[in-house]
């Protein structure tokens, strides 16, 4: 008997008309990779060009950067945020000849960041993106004193500082699917035949009160998934080239003590889906790290508890990356959705 009759009408449909990336597109930006027509990587920019630091966010697979909707502007007075939709998530173009690798991504974040003259970054990542900060940050140990504020070529160095949030950054044994999604009421036969129930399975595994998933987060989600491609790509990295990458590196935890730069690993107290044990281990790697875990939270602080994220990278900023005699980072208040800058490359 075939699956479709009986699932393909058990989730309701999710409104889109009115999504986040559609009603704010014409705050974009784009930036083309190598000025390849099929690199393309959809960016906000917001805040102050001139600001002493520079926020990059970096969301986790199968999200874009509405993770960071209610985290960014927060920090737009005195930094300058900006929230990129990695390669193959988003509004970002999504190649085919493209391992989706986190060491791949990283690539192509330090061109990014080339291209845009930024300095002073300090990269915060999600789960997958939190994987893709650090190996950015490696990528420049080879040109850049770590154990300084500023780069051998006399210029102030390119990375400030890492806040990780349950970054899936170093080897964890792969969850099986039913384990994972236990705390999804969306069963694992209709996340394969509908795109909106495939978009309601991934917020309700990261949130631990999935009854506090605001709508316009589900329409968000469920708008990027109705691409094939964010599917295909989604289950690519998930099933494959994530877990295939971090095997490579089972046992070889100490790679990431050659980061010297000062980082916040922040991590849901509940996450089901990267195991506590990777915030352990991250803690006792990283040489110069603040650990913080984030009380009845799952997978994703930014969006589930987005108050008490900003307030720990807040901390950490002004605590950890800002001089001693530097001005403190004080809080925009909550502000709809910003303009890009004007003067923006």
């Given at each position: 008997m075939s699956?479709?009759?009986?699932f393909?009408?058990?989730?309701?449909?999710i409104?889109?008309?009115?999504a986040?990336?559609?009603?704010?597109?014409?705050?974009?930006?784009?930036y083309?990779v190598d000025?390849?027509?099929?690199?393309?990587?959809?960016y906000?920019?917001?805040g102050?060009?001139?600001?002493p630091?520079?926020?990059?966010?970096?969301?986790?697979i199968?999200?874009?950067?509405?993770a960071?909707k209610?985290?960014?502007?927060?920090f737009a007075?005195?930094?300058r945020?900006?929230?990129?939709?990695?390669?193959?998530?988003?509004d970002?173009?999504k190649?085919?000849?493209f391992?989706?690798?986190m060491?791949?991504q990283?690539?192509?974040?330090?061109k990014?960041?080339?291209?845009?003259g930024?300095h002073?970054?300090?990269l915060?990542?999600?789960?997958?993106?939190?994987?893709v900060?650090?190996e950015?940050a490696?990528?420049?140990l080879a040109?850049?004193?770590?154990h300084?504020?500023?780069?051998d070529?006399g210029?102030?160095r390119?990375i400030r500082?890492?806040?990780?949030?349950?970054?899936?950054a170093l080897?964890?044994?792969?969850p099986?699917?039913?384990?994972v999604t236990?705390?999804s009421?969306?069963?694992?036969?209709?996340?394969l035949?509908?795109t909106?129930?495939?978009?309601?399975?991934?917020?309700?595994?990261?949130?631990?009160?999935r009854?506090?998933i605001?709508p316009?987060?589900?329409?968000?989600?469920?708008?990027?998934?109705?691409?094939?491609?964010t599917?295909?790509?989604?289950l690519?990295?998930a099933?494959?080239?994530?877990?295939?990458e971090?095997?490579a590196r089972k046992g070889?935890d100490?790679?990431y003590?050659a980061?010297n730069?000062?980082?916040?690993?922040?991590?849901?107290?509940?996450?089901?889906?990267v195991?506590?044990?990777?915030f352990t281990?991250?803690c006792?790697t990283?040489?110069d790290?603040t650990?913080?875990?984030?009380?009845?939270?799952g997978?994703?602080?930014?969006?589930?508890r987005?108050?008490e994220?900003v307030?720990?990278i807040?901390?950490?900023?002004?605590?950890?990356?800002?001089p001693?005699?530097?001005?403190q980072?004080?809080?925009?208040?909550?502000?709809?959705?910003?303009?890009?800058?004007?003067?923006?490359?």
């Amino acid at each position: 008997m075939s699956l479709i009759p009986v699932f393909a009408g058990c989730v309701k449909p999710i409104d889109t008309t009115h999504a986040w990336g559609a009603r704010t597109r014409q705050f974009d930006a784009i930036y083309r990779v190598d000025g390849r027509e099929d690199r393309k990587l959809v960016y906000r920019d917001n805040g102050r060009s001139d600001a002493p630091l520079t926020l990059l966010f970096l969301h986790g697979i199968g999200s874009s950067k509405v993770a960071w909707k209610s985290v960014a502007p927060r920090f737009a007075d005195q930094c300058r945020v900006i929230s990129l939709d990695l390669l193959g998530h988003g509004d970002s173009d999504k190649p085919v000849e493209f391992t989706y690798s986190m060491s791949e991504q990283a690539d192509l974040v330090r061109k990014f960041i080339a291209q845009l003259g930024l300095h002073d970054v300090v990269l915060v990542g999600h789960s997958y993106g939190g994987g893709v900060a650090l190996e950015t940050a490696m990528g420049y140990l080879a040109s850049e004193n770590p154990h300084s504020n500023v780069a051998d070529d006399g210029r102030t160095r390119t990375i400030r500082g890492l806040v990780l949030l349950d970054a899936s950054a170093l080897y964890f044994d792969k969850p099986g699917v039913f384990e994972v999604t236990s705390g999804s009421d969306v069963s694992f036969f209709e996340a394969l035949l509908s795109t909106d129930a495939r978009a309601r399975m991934l917020l309700e595994v990261a949130f631990k009160h999935r009854e506090n998933i605001p709508p316009d987060l589900y329409a968000e989600y469920a708008r990027v998934f109705r691409d094939p491609r964010t599917t295909d790509i989604y289950l690519w990295i998930a099933n494959h080239e994530l877990f295939k990458e971090l095997s490579a590196r089972k046992g070889n935890d100490d790679r990431y003590r050659a980061i010297n730069c000062p980082t916040l690993v922040l991590w849901g107290e509940q996450d089901r889906v990267v195991p506590r044990d990777v915030f352990t281990r991250l803690c006792a790697t990283l040489p110069d790290v603040t650990c913080e875990l984030v009380a009845d939270c799952g997978h994703t602080p930014a969006e589930e508890r987005p108050g008490e994220t900003v307030v720990q990278i807040q901390r950490f900023l002004n605590n950890h990356v800002q001089p001693p005699a530097g001005p403190q980072i004080v809080l925009s208040p909550e502000l709809p959705d910003l303009p890009v800058l004007t003067d923006a490359p």
